[in-house]
């Protein structure tokens, strides 16, 4: 079966529906910044591999006349989960996805992209609809790469993350003081930053809160002391449940747009290129990019900060340079800030980005539970679980997954490791475990 644009017939794919002719035209306008950009032929196909847990990946391929001229141009799209219709529907009745494109379509075209700096902290948005976003390439294009989600980021990777973060929070406080005089983002924006994630009404969320509970009562070395396990049976459901508060709006710290998804998938990073062979030079990034924004919200940035590190740091490193990256940290937004024309000490100043880490710190505590329960599992698990019996990948996604994190608590090596270590530290943080030993 074929189809043509322009005259030119192409096999069909099943994804070609979701791009007419005009949106293809229109992307391709967006991207190169021509009115005269013709397409001659267009291919979508997806990305093979599980990248994501929210939504399709899509690649589109396009061939261009511009000025007498033709050329290939490549870009990402996400959409709606298309085949699953259980993980659409849950996106839809959530808003994950109507956020997300919101986020980019309002929020992020009114901030700008990278006044202030040279420092490029996302990817450029050519076309939004309600179950589509198509996006610039940033593999294709620019040479961007992610990093394998067993890898624990280091010093070099994690000072460009926090690079970006800090350039996306200081847009979010120039938008707030000089654009719309003082105005808060999340009354601007009701309708589209709110909470999504932390609610009772979310099961997958809620499978991951039982799924912390499941390996604190298992698979930690507390839960070998009776009477460490019966203080943790009676009591560590009260104190994971207070998560639902401290997510809830606060006026006590200055807020800023959050994204509260910074793991590694969700991060591509720009290599400098060795001069002889021309291959990335893996231990010398020079840009990173942020990706998906479909749970953001209207909070301190002290909960960007930990997020980060909890989700792509071991503890070790985080407990020996903590203090170093929050320097870095606000230093960097600091600087950005005065580039807007903002005075840190009056808007944000170091002591209230300290004291909101107290009250902040449950949100790195229980998302880590939560996010790395499922991105540490084996790499294809999911997908392979998801291809083979979708009922049971929903089952353990949205309903219960306890019996699943278990299994590979006691089969895979990197994932007893890494849970372990998180889970350990989440009941420490909630009991004082460990303090006597100390």
Partial sequence: MTDSIGGQGYPMNSFRELISAEDCEQIVRNALGSDKAAVIEYTITKIPGHIGFLGEYLQLEVLVENNGHQSSERYFLKSLPITDKNQRAMMVSLGFFRKEVVVYSRILSEFGHNEATSCKWRPNCYLTREDLIVLEDLKWQQGFSMIHFQTALEQSHLNLVLESVAQMHALSLNYEYNCVDGQRLDELYADVLFETTVIRDNSW???????????????????????????????????????????????????????RDIWL???????????????????????????????????????????TLYLTTRRSHRDEFFQDYLSFYYERLSDKMRGFGLDPDQVLSRSELERSLGHYKIIAQVFSGVYLGLTNLPENVLDQLHQDDPELYHQYCNSNRDEFLL??????????????????????YFFGFGEEDQ
């Fill in 205 to 259: 969320f809620m499978a991951g809160l039982s799924g912390i509970k499941a390996i604190a009562l298992n698979g930690t070395k507390y839960c070998a002391d009776p009477a460490k396990k019966q203080i943790m049976e009676q009591q560590i459901d009260e104190k994971l449940n207070e998560i639902f508060e401290v997510v809830k709006p606060t006026h006590d710290f200055q807020s800023v747009l959050v994204h």
């Fill in 265 to 307: 998938n969700n991060l591509m990073f720009q290599y400098e290129k060795d001069s002889s062979t021309g291959e990335d030079k893996l231990d010398t990034p020079k840009s990173c990019i942020l990706l998906d924004f479909q749970i953001c919200r209207y909070l301190p940035p002290i909960v960007d900060f930990i997020l």
């Fill in 407 to 428: 299994k590979y608590l006691r089969e895979d090596e990197f994932y007893r490791e890494t849970m372990t270590e998180c889970v350990e530290e989440i009941v420490e």
